[in-house]
């Protein structure tokens, strides 16, 4: 395989394996916040607890996401330092807001949040784990603004001298077409799985009769945000959707399998197997469906990959499969949280065992939802990593000019090459299959752990309630500490 190819699927494993944790991290900071904000409000110490075991599930899954996400940014620098050059006005601005309005804020206030339970007041802690869950959620905004404007880029020009993008508006780079669509998208999913990842843990306490107090709760908590999130991704899938057809017709065409445009309405695949060979899908498909969805109407065609150059094409199968997983598994997602809460609410939800055997493993569909919109994505946006400006013909044909060509993003040839490439592939895969083993010891003990008995927290209007009031307890201690000392070695001497 020759260098781009080989820098495509080292970056892809370490973009997705990275990707296992930032929305873990999103989803769970929201439930704590819940969690925390709920004992403030009814004193009961369960919610304490609660909050308590997740935060040291969030730890873990923090770390992680920090040590995998500094290598994936490294790789801008060592396989793709042509595209880094393109970009780098535009990519230096966001990641630079990243780490300033997110990263800072997700780690100062960690130490707090892991720590701080015994040296700050309950409402200061509370404050904490709002500061830690807005952190993450600020460090995906930055990050989607970035990708969204390789998707539908705006804002910039190109300077003629030094061929590379130059921020025009920075605003108009940051509400880019796409950006707060694909936003909105992307939190919801990490939103659905950090609600099944908590009912996953949940439903196996309840299933084995431990922390039966803890995981009831715990679960009615994730399932209602998790049944809001559910249906609310149905209107953002419809967005995002109609955000792609409009300013990536080819991507729109390859999601659905449209290689031909047809002179009609066109028809949705439900199911299907593309063959690029033949331009045909087998499966089953829904007429009129997809320009319903798309345009709102039943007479307009979706143009089809026969109206670009075939050097402008994208690939079909992987977007086309990756795409209907996403949405089969969002669907799949609708229905059973429905059916819990409708089971919840009647009171018989933790006596359907097989029901909580299907939550203990759904959590896995969840992360595969999450990993196949972002294949879909990037792999449909082909050839292109900068996608160029798009216009249709009095012909009915498109014309692209203009973005970057993923082969002209990567390094020099003459420094980069393909065995040096394959073997960091071979390493980082060993690295990061040692990690991913660690991360679930490290979690299945802490599950296995569980929460612990509640205790009856100190509530608010205790001695000491704020962060210097904590530094000052903590001087005190070691105050105290080394008078005793002094005392021990006087009797010593004497």
């Not at 495509?8 to 769970?28: D, E, K, N, V, W």
């Not at 996401?65 to 801008?76: H, K, L, P, S, Y």
């Not at 997809?290 to 109206?307: A, F, N, Q, V």
């Not at 299907?358 to 879909?376: K, R, T």
């Amino acid at each position: 395989m020759d260098v781009e190819t080989l820098s495509r699927i080292q970056f892809a494993i370490t973009i997705m394996f990275h990707y296992l944790f930032p929305p873990l991290s999103i989803g769970l900071g929201v439930l704590m916040v819940t969690m925390e904000g709920t004992y403030l409000r009814t004193g009961d110490p369960q919610y304490h607890a609660m909050t308590r075991f997740w935060s040291r599930i969030f730890a873990v899954n923090f770390a992680m996401g920090v040590a995998t996400g500094i290598v994936m940014e490294f790789q801008f620098g060592t396989n793709w330092a042509n595209y880094a050059r393109f970009v780098g006005d535009v990519f230096g601005s966001a990641l630079a807001a990243e780490g300033i309005f997110a990263f800072f804020l997700e780690s100062g206030f960690l130490a707090v949040l892991v720590f701080g339970w015994d040296r700050v007041s309950p409402r200061m802690h509370f404050f904490a784990t709002c500061m830690v869950s807005l952190g993450s959620i600020f460090s995906a905004i930055w990050i989607v603004v970035a990708n969204s404007w390789m998707q539908t880029p705006a804002g910039y020009m190109i300077d003629p001298e030094q061929h590379r993008a130059v921020i025009t508006d920075f605003w108009a780079l940051v509400f880019n077409p796409s950006s707060m669509i694909r936003l909105f998208h992307v939190l919801m999913g990490a939103f659905i799985l950090g609600s099944f990842f908590v009912m996953s843990i949940t439903a196996y306490y309840v299933l084995r009769g431990r922390h039966l107090d803890f995981a009831k709760k715990s679960f009615t908590i994730a399932l209602g945000f998790g049944t809001l999130c559910s249906l609310v991704m149905l209107f953002s899938g419809d967005l995002q959707a109609r955000v792609v057809g409009f300013h990536q017709p080819a991507k729109l065409a390859a999601f659905e399998g449209v290689f031909k445009t047809e002179p009609g309405p066109t028809g949705m695949y439900l199911i299907g197997w593309p063959d690029p060979a033949t331009q045909t899908v087998y499966g089953v498909k829904v007429p009129y469906m997809l320009t319903l969805l798309m345009y709102r109407d039943l007479s307009t065609p979706i143009d089809g990959l026969d109206r670009f150059r075939p050097e402008d094409r994208p690939p079909v199968r992987v977007p086309f499969m990756t795409y209907h997983l996403m949405i089969g598994l969002g669907t799949a997602f609708v229905g059973l949280t429905v059916l819990a809460s409708y089971l919840r609410w009647k009171g018989t939800l933790f006596e359907k065992r097989w029901l909580l055997w299907v939550f203990v493993f759904a959590v896995g569909g969840a992360y595969l939802a999450n990993q196949a919109g972002w294949v879909s994505a990037e792999v449909g946006r082909q050839p292109f990593v900068v996608y160029p400006k798009v216009e249709k013909g009095a012909d009915g044909m498109y014309t692209m000019t203009g973005g970057m060509r993923t082969v002209d993003g990567i390094s020099n040839r003459n420094v980069v090459v393909a065995s040096q490439v394959l073997t960091s592939i071979v390493l980082f895969s060993l690295v990061y299959a040692m990690l991913f083993a660690i991360w679930v010891f490290v979690l299945n003990t802490k599950i296995q752990h569980g929460p612990g008995e509640p205790e009856k927290p100190a509530l608010p209007g205790s001695e000491r309630s704020g962060f210097f009031d904590a530094a000052a307890t903590l001087v005190d201690r070691q105050g105290t500490t080394l008078a005793f000392e002094t005392r021990e070695r006087s009797k010593g001497d004497e």
